[in-house]
C-alpha cells in the first residue's frame, strides 16, 4: 500500500460515529447494499466483526468474500481501513 | 479421518481449530462460516503436507522415543519398565490406553531400527500415528482415561512379576487388555467380550505356549495376514475375529516378559516366533484402537513383512541388544532405497528401453536402403502373354534374384559416387554410371561373365521403371559425358532399347541421393557462407558506392562554394578599381587586366592547382554577370583582356539592401521611404497638438542601452532642429521611443514631415502627435515655452 484512497483518508481522519457502512474504503454502493442486506449497517458493525476476527486479515478478508462477494482488493481496503483506523483510535 | 465441519458445534469447531494451534477466536454466528472453511483448509492441507500443528504436537512423541532409545540400549530390565509406565504417565492424552501404551513401547523397538533406516518412512509412521490420536481425542473419553492408566499399571506389573507366564496371570493380563477394550464399548463388542474372557482363560494359554517354540512362522505369518485383511476389511468386525484379537494380545504381554529378562540367553531361540507375534499383535491392537488407522498398520505391516520374511538370524530381539551390529542395517538400507525408488527406476527403465528400440528402429531403417526392399513391384513374365515381352516390360522369376543382387551391387556403388560428388568435392567424377562402366566394375569385383551382366542390367532397368520410389533413374546419352540433364532421363523401357539401338549409351544414375548428414551439414555451411559472404559483398559494394556519391556530392558543394567566393572577391576587386577610378574621374581606366584579377586573388603556390576553378570563375563571370563586361585593352604598349566594372558603385553585390539593419559604422538617416509634404497622402493638414512620439530610432520593445538613447535623441534633434524651434526632447527607455515638444503645432508639423517616414539606420520611423496633457504627465519638468531652443550639434544635411 504505497498510497492510499481519499475514502481511506477521510474515514481514518476522523471516530467513526455513526457513519454509514459505505464510508469504508473499499466498499461502494453494490458492497454496501450486500453488507446492509446482511445486517451491516453501520460501519461500527464492520469494526465489531473486525475486532471478533481479531484484526486477522486472512480471515477478515474471507469474511467479507463470503459476506458481501467482495473481491481481494476490496477486503484489502476495507481491512486496511479499519486497521488504520483502530491504530489510531482504539 | 473425514469428518463433517459443518456439523460441529462451536466448542468442537474451536477445540479443532485449537488442535491445529490456530488462534482461537470466538466463534459466532457471523463468523463460523469463515472458520469452519479454514479447519477445512487445515485438514485438507495436513494430509499432503506435514502440518506445523501436527509437528508441533508429534515433538512429545519423538523426544518420548528417543529417551525410550537410550534406555533399551542400556539393556536394564527396570529401565525398561519405567519406560513402559512412561508413556502412560505423559500428559498428552493420546497415550492414555494400555494398548496403546504397549503399542507405544513396540513401536518404539521398531522405530529404533527404522530410525536408521529411513527416516522419511518414521515420519509418515508419526504423522498418520498423530492423526489417529486427534481424532481418538474427539471421542471424548477423556473419563475413562484413568481407568486405562491404572489398567496400564497393573498389567505392567503382572507382566515383570509372572513373565513365566501361569494361566491365571495371563488371564488378569487378558483382563488388562479387556479393559481396553470397553473404550469402544458397542453393543457387538459386549458379547464378544465375554467371549474374549473365556477365550482368553482357557485356550489361549495352550495356543500361545505351542507358538512360544514353534518354528512354523510362515504359518504364522500366513495367518495374520488374513487377520489383518480382514481388520481391514470390516470396520464393524464379527465378534468371532475378535477372539484372536484378545488372545494376541495376551501372547504379547508374556513374551514381551521373557524377552525383557532373559534377554541374552533367548534372544535367539525367541526372536523369529516373537517378531511374527509382536507385529501381529501390534497392528491388532493398533486396529482396535481406532477403527480408522489402517495407514499405520498398512505401513506397520509392509515393514514387518520384508522383516519377516527375512532368514530367522537376523532377529528383531537382537537387533534391540546390540544396535552396533549394523549388517543388517545396510541390508535393509538397501532393501528400503531399491523399495523406495521403484518408480523411478521403472520409469528410468522404460526410457530406455524406449530409447534402445528407437535405436534399433532407426538403424533398420537406415541399413533398409542396402539390402534388397520387400516391396518392390516386380514385373514377371506370363507365359503365353502377348503383352508381356521379355527384356521389354517383364522378366523371367529365375531373374529376378540376380537382378536385385546386381541392384545392390549398382545402388552402392551409385550411393558412393553420388555423395562423392556432392560431398568430398569431386565434382569431375561423375555420378551416373554408363552400362559399360557397370560391366566393368562387376568383372572387377566380381566373378562374373559379360553377358550375364548385361542381361541383369536389362532386367535391372525393367525393376528401376517399374519402382520409382528406389531413387534411381534411368538416362539416355547420345554421348559419353560427364554431365547429365533433365532431357537424359529415360521414360521407358521401349526408349531405352530403341536408343541402345541406335548406340546411344545407357546409364544409370541416383539423383537424390541420400546423403549422410556431415555431407548436409557441410552444404548446408557452404551455402550459408556462400550467402552470407554474397550479402556481405553486396553490403560493401552498396556502403561503398553511397561513401562515393557523398565524397562527390561534397565535393561538389565545396567547389561550388570556393567558386562562389572567388567570382565574389572578383567582383569586390573590380568595384574597388571601379570605385577607385571614380575617384579619380578617370572613366576610361576603370578596368583591371583580367591575369592581374588571378594575380591578386591567387596566391602563388595555388595558382597552378586552382586553375581550372579560376577558369570556371571567368567563364561564370563571362556568362552570368551583366555588370562586368570582358573588353581588350592596350596595357602599356601591350594587348590585354580586362574586366570592366559598368554597374553603378553604391550597390554593393553582397551588400544589404538599404532596408536591412547596418550593424556596423555610423548610424545615419538614409533617405525618405514615403511622401510627407503638405498635400501627401500621408501628412495631416494641419498639426493638433506640439508633442510628438518618435518611434524606430532604436530598436523596437526598449531596454536600449543609454548611449543608444543618447544617439537617438541626437539624431532625431540633427534631423529637424535646425529646421523648427524644439522645445524638449527626451528618449524613453522604457518604450524605446524619442518624445519631442516643438514650440507651436507649425514647428511640430515641420518636425512631422522631417520624421516621419525616414529611414534610419535601417528602420523606418514613424511619428504620432501626443496630447500635451500626455506629455505632461510623462515630463512634468519639461519647459512649456521658449527660448532656449534645443539645437544639434551636427544638422543633418538633407
Not at chain 1, 18 to 44: H, N, Q, S, W
Not at chain 2, 532 to 552: D, F, P
Amino acid at each position: 500500500m504505497s498510497s492510499t484512497s481519499q475514502k481511506h483518508r477521510n474515514f481514518v481522519a476522523e471516530p467513526m460515529g455513526e457513519k454509514p457502512v459505505t464510508d469504508l474504503a473499499g466498499i461502494g454502493g453494490v458492497l454496501g447494499e450486500r453488507l446492509i442486506a446482511a445486517g451491516f449497517d453501520k460501519a461500527y458493525v464492520v469494526l465489531g466483526q473486525f475486532l471478533v476476527l481479531k484484526k486477522n486479515q486472512e480471515l477478515f478478508k474471507e469474511w467479507m468474500k463470503d459476506t458481501c462477494s467482495a473481491n481481494s482488493k476490496q477486503s484489502m481496503d476495507c481491512w486496511q481501513c479499519l486497521n488504520d483506523w483502530c491504530e489510531e483510535f482504539l | 479421518m473425514v469428518v463433517d465441519v459443518d456439523k460441529l458445534s462451536d466448542a468442537e469447531l474451536r477445540t479443532k481449530l485449537l488442535e491445529f494451534g490456530f488462534p482461537v477466536m470466538p466463534i459466532t454466528g457471523t463468523t463460523r462460516k469463515v472458520m469452519a472453511k479454514k479447519l477445512k483448509m487445515l485438514l485438507e492441507n495436513k494430509g499432503k503436507i506435514g502440518d506445523g500443528a501436527g509437528r508441533r504436537s508429534m515433538g512429545k512423541y519423538s523426544s518420548e522415543e528417543d529417551s525410550d532409545v537410550e534406555i533399551v540400549s542400556v539393556k536394564k530390565k527396570e529401565n525398561r519398565r519405567a519406560t513402559m509406565a512412561a508413556p502412560v504417565m505423559q500428559p498428552p492424552p493420546p497415550a492414555s490406553s494400555p494398548g496403546r501404551s504397549r503399542k507405544s513401547t513396540r513401536l518404539n523397538d521398531v522405530s529404533e531400527i527404522q530410525v536408521r533406516n529411513s527416516s522419511p518412512k518414521k515420519e509418515l509412521k508419526t504423522s498418520s500415528y498423530t492423526s489417529t490420536t486427534t481424532t481418538t481425542r474427539t471421542k471424548t473419553f477423556r473419563p475413562t482415561q484413568d481407568e486405562f492408566d491404572t489398567g496400564s499399571d497393573s498389567e505392567s506389573d503382572l507382566v515383570t512379576n509372572n513373565y513365566r507366564s501361569s494361566p491365571t496371570k495371563s488371564e488378569n493380563v487378558l483382563g488388562g487388555s479387556e479393559d481396553y477394550f470397553t473404550r469402544d464399548a458397542s453393543p457387538k463388542n459386549l458379547s464378544s467380550r465375554s467371549m474374549d474372557i473365556s477365550y482368553g482363560g482357557g485356550s489361549s494359554q495352550p495356543a500361545s505356549s505351542s507358538r512360544y517354540n514353534s518354528p512354523s512362522l510362515a504359518s504364522d505369518y500366513a495367518n495374520d495376514r488374513l487377520n489383518q485383511i480382514r481388520n481391514r476389511l470390516s470396520l464393524g468386525v464379527p465378534s468371532s475375529y475378535e477372539k484372536p484379537t484378545s488372545s494376541y494380545a495376551s501372547t504379547l504381554d508374556k513374551e514381551e516378559t521373557p524377552f525383557l529378562s532373559n534377554f541374552t540367553r533367548r534372544l535367539s531361540a525367541l526372536s523369529s516366533t516373537q517378531k511374527a507375534d509382536d507385529y501381529k499383535s501390534d497392528i491388532i491392537k493398533e486396529h482396535d484402537t481406532n477403527g480408522s488407522t489402517s495407514l499405520y498398520a498398512r505401513s506397520q505391516l509392509g515393514s514387518y513383512r520384508s522383516a519377516a520374511s527375512r532368514p530367522a538370524a537376523s532377529p528383531y530381539g537382537f537387533r534391540v541388544g546390540q544396535p552396533q551390529s549394523s549388517s543388517t542395517s545396510h541390508w535393509s538400507q538397501g532393501n528400503a532405497f531399491i523399495k523406495n525408488n521403484v518408480v523411478s527406476f521403472a520409469v528410468l527403465a522404460g526410457a530406455a528401453l524406449f530409447f534402445i528400440f528407437l535405436a534399433i528402429a532407426y538403424l533398420g531403417m537406415r541399413s533398409d536402403t542396402s539390402v534388397i526392399p520387400s516391396d518392390a513391384v516386380v514385373p514377371y513374365c506370363i507365359p503365353h502373354d502377348p503383352s508381356s515381352k521379355k527384356g521389354v516390360n517383364c522378366l523371367l522369376k529365375e531373374d529376378a534374384p540376380d537382378a536385385f543382387n546386381l541392384l545392390a551391387i549398382v545402388r552402392r556403388e551409385l550411393h558412393r559416387r553420388a555423395i562423392d560428388a556432392n560431398c568430398n568435392g569431386q565434382s569431375y567424377r561423375r555420378m551416373h554410371m554408363t552400362e559399360e562402366d557397370i560391366v566393368k566394375f562387376c568383372l572387377a569385383n566380381f566373378h562374373t561373365k559379360v553377358d550375364k551382366v548385361k542381361h541383369d542390367l536389362t532386367n535391372l532397368e525393367i525393376l528401376i521403371f517399374n519402382n520409382a520410389n528406389w531413387g534411381l533413374t534411368v538416362l539416355n546419352l547420345d554421348e559419353d559425358r560427364d554431365t547429365v540433364t533433365e532431357n537424359d532421363i529415360a521414360r521407358d523401357m521401349e526408349q531405352v532399347i530403341f536408343n541402345k539401338d541406335l548406340k546411344n549409351i545407357v546409364a544409370l544414375i541416383q539423383l537424390k541421393p541420400d546423403l549422410p548428414w556431415t555431407c548436409t551439414f557441410y552444404n548446408g555451411i557452404k551455402v550459408t557462407v556462400t550467402a552470407s559472404l554474397a550479402v556481405i559483398g553486396l553490403t560493401a559494394v552498396l556502403y561503398c558506392t553511397k561513401w562515393l556519391y557523398n565524397r562527390y556530392s561534397q565535393n561538389q558543394s565545396r567547389q561550388h562554394k570556393e567558386l562562389t567566393q572567388m567570382v565574389e572577391r572578383i567582383l569586390e576587386i573590380l568595384q574597388q578599381a571601379s570605385g577607385l577610378e571614380d575617384g579619380r574621374g578617370d572613366e576610361e581606366n576603370g578596368f583591371v587586366v583580367i591575369n592581374h584579377v588571378r594575380d591578386m586573388i591567387l596566391p602563388v603556390a595555388d595558382r597552378k592547382r586552382k586553375e581550372t576553378l579560376w577558369k570556371k570563375a571567368m567563364r561564370f563571370i563571362n556568362e552570368n554577370e551583366s555588370r562586368v563586361r570582358t573588353e581588350i585593352q592596350e596595357v602599356k604598349g601591350e594587348s590585354f583582356e580586362v574586366w570592366r566594372w559598368i554597374g553603378s558603385s553604391n550597390l554593393s553585390t553582397s551588400g544589404s539592401p538599404p532596408g536591412s539593419p547596418i550593424t556596423s559604422g555610423p548610424a545615419s538617416w538614409q533617405g525618405q521611404a514615403f511622401e510627407t509634404d503638405a498635400g501627401a497622402v500621408n501628412s495631416l493638414p494641419c498639426s493638433p497638438t506640439t508633442c510628438l512620439k518618435v518611434r524606430g530610432i532604436t530598436e523596437e520593445g526598449g531596454g536600449a542601452s543609454k548611449a543608444r538613447l543618447d544617439e537617438a535623441r541626437e539624431a532625431v534633434l540633427s534631423k529637424c532642429a535646425h529646421r523648427c524651434r524644439i522645445l524638449h526632447c527626451q528618449a524613453d527607455q522604457s518604450t524605446g521611443c524619442v518624445y519631442l515638444k516643438c514650440a507651436t503645432t507649425g514647428d511640430a508639423a515641420v518636425a512631422y514631415r522631417n520624421l516621419h517616414g525616414w529611414w534610419y539606420a535601417g528602420h523606418l520611423v514613424t511619428v504620432k502627435y501626443l496630447r500635451l496633457e500626455r506629455y505632461m504627465q510623462r515630463f512634468p519638468n519639461s519647459p512649456s515655452g521658449g527660448p532656449p531652443f534645443l539645437k544639434s550639434q551636427t544638422p543633418a544635411a538633407d
